[in-house]
């Protein structure tokens, strides 16, 4: 089945310093979307990205899809406390199912 | 505006025990709807989909069930719960006709099972 692995599972940064996260697919995506999961709560919607080598900014976030539509990453310039939380990037294909990475937890010192 | 809820929002259930976690979204027609297990610190594990009224897709054989006996409310069963059921469950929908997905999750049920 199906396959969507992210690395690292963990990052603890310094405040300022930059952070990534990646995703790998065992097939070609139909698309892939980002989330956000603050401790205790529920997964939020960043952005999906849809195109071969598609590039989305928002802010100080920056999100890559491959050209092959198996991989993305996710990086964010400068991190704030406020980034805390756990990213997913969710692969999903034709039939609107979504399979989700492990997820990365960023800690961030102030 | 879409609002998805869910309930309850904790719950503590001995081995053996039935289960039924409830899901309805307002404000939306024909969503994809969508149960997710989360284990603690881990990722997001698709359990069942469903794309219409009586429609389930089961992604892990187990011992859970899904239904959805109507458009907007998607229904999480278990006949006799298992120690390894435990963990945070999710319910989340998308629009039904759209090229642009995004899930909208609910505030999820931590069920333990002792």
């Known amino acids: 089945g199906q396959q969507v692995m992210q690395i690292p599972q963990y990052q603890h940064v310094q405040e300022g310093e930059d952070f990534t996260t990646y995703c790998n697919s065992s097939?070609?995506?139909?698309?892939i979307q980002w989330y956000k999961q603050r401790p205790g709560g529920h997964p939020v919607f960043l952005i999906q990205?849809?195109?071969?080598?598609e590039v989305k900014k928002q802010k100080r976030l920056t999100f890559q899809f491959g050209e092959a539509k198996k991989n993305s990453s996710l990086h964010i310039t400068a991190t704030q406390t406020t980034d805390v939380g756990t990213y997913f990037c969710?692969?999903?294909?034709?039939?609107?199912?979504?399979?989700f990475g492990s997820g990365t937890k960023l800690n961030v010192k102030p | 505006s879409q609002t998805i809820h869910q309930w309850p929002a904790t719950l503590v259930q001995p081995v053996g025990s039935p289960l039924s976690l409830e899901c309805t979204v307002e404000?939306?027609?024909?969503?994809?709807l969508y149960w997710y297990r989360q284990a603690a610190g881990r990722g997001l594990q698709l359990l069942f989909y469903?794309?219409?009224?009586?429609?389930i897709s089961s992604e892990v054989p187990q011992n859970l069930s899904a239904s959805r006996p109507q458009d907007r409310q998607f229904i999480l069963s278990s006949k006799k719960l298992l120690l390894s059921d435990s963990g945070f469950y999710l319910c989340?929908?998308?629009?039904?006709?759209?090229?642009?997905?995004?899930?909208?999750f609910g505030p999820g049920t931590r069920l333990t099972v002792l």
């Open positions: 469903s794309v219409g009224i009586g429609q």
């Open positions: 990205l849809v195109k071969s080598g």
């Open positions: 989340a929908w998308s629009a039904g006709v759209s090229s642009y997905n995004e899930q909208f």
């Open positions: 097939t070609t995506l139909s698309n």
């Open positions: 404000g939306t027609s024909n969503p994809n």
């Open positions: 969710a692969g999903g294909d034709d039939f609107n199912k979504f399979y």
